[in-house]
């Protein structure tokens, strides 16, 4: 069974703060796809990243990075000098390529103090 | 600008109503739809996959005589929430995949309903 654990509940920051958000992820297929995901209190899933399993480089986007080590079956997730409009619900999914279903993360609450 | 759209965007409705979601791929064919669920500060649940022409496959504990999944088309996948009840309030959000080529491309999400039973 695939499971993607976020142990991180609620994170609060400091504006220009960096701060990084954890994900763990277990699964037997070889082949898979991962990918976080930010959810404003507005609801809608906004598509940030995603990340198949052979491509173990690092990413950057402007103020987010990501950092996918199998070894580990880590992929983090790390914003630097956060601003207030980061905060939100950041979740972390993982996908198999045979289902095509979204396994979801339990979520990380992000607020960024001005 | 949005590639699926899902509608409505909220229902606030009496305990014992059906609703009726939509979700409609805007530019591109949807062989497979996904529903999930999310409860208040929870996270997503998968309910059930839909495949165009063919029947729904429900997650376990997904009760199918009640969330009733129509895929009759390659752009448009409905849920119907029947005799809708206070527990069956929660956020219903649909993601659609392409076929062919696009397989591979990521899930594209609607912006959810919010469904309120009172």
């Known amino acids: ?114 | 600008g949005a590639v699926v759209s899902q509608h409505p965007s909220r229902v606030i409705c009496k305990s014992g109503t059906s609703v009726k979601i939509e979700c409609r791929s805007l530019d591109f064919q949807a062989t497979t739809m996904f529903w999930y669920r999310q409860f208040p500060k929870q996270s997503l649940m998968l309910m059930a996959t839909s495949n165009e022409g063919s029947k729904a496959t429900y997650e376990q504990g997904v009760e199918k005589d009640k969330f009733l999944i129509n895929h009759a088309s390659l752009t448009l996948s409905t849920l119907t929430v029947t005799s809708a009840h206070p527990e069956d309030s929660s956020f219903y959000i649909c993601s659609a995949q392409g076929g062919g080529k696009f397989s591979n491309q990521p899930q594209h999400f609607g912006d959810g309903t919010r469904l309120s039973i009172l």
Request: charged share 20%.
């Open chain 1, 1 to 114: 069974a695939q499971k993607v654990t976020q142990a991180q509940t609620e994170i609060s920051v400091v504006e220009k703060e960096d701060v990084t958000l954890d994900c763990v992820y277990e699964t037997r297929d070889t082949t898979y796809y991962l990918f976080w995901y930010k959810q404003p209190p507005s609801g809608e899933l906004v598509f940030l990243i995603r990340r198949n399993s052979f491509d173990e480089q690092n990413e950057i986007s402007g103020r987010y990075s990501w950092n996918f080590q199998k070894s580990t079956s880590s992929f983090n997730f790390t914003i630097t000098a956060s601003q207030v409009v980061d905060s939100a619900v950041y979740f972390c999914a993982l996908m198999d390529t045979g289902r095509r279903a979204l396994t979801f993360g339990s979520g990380t609450r992000l607020q960024v103090q001005p």
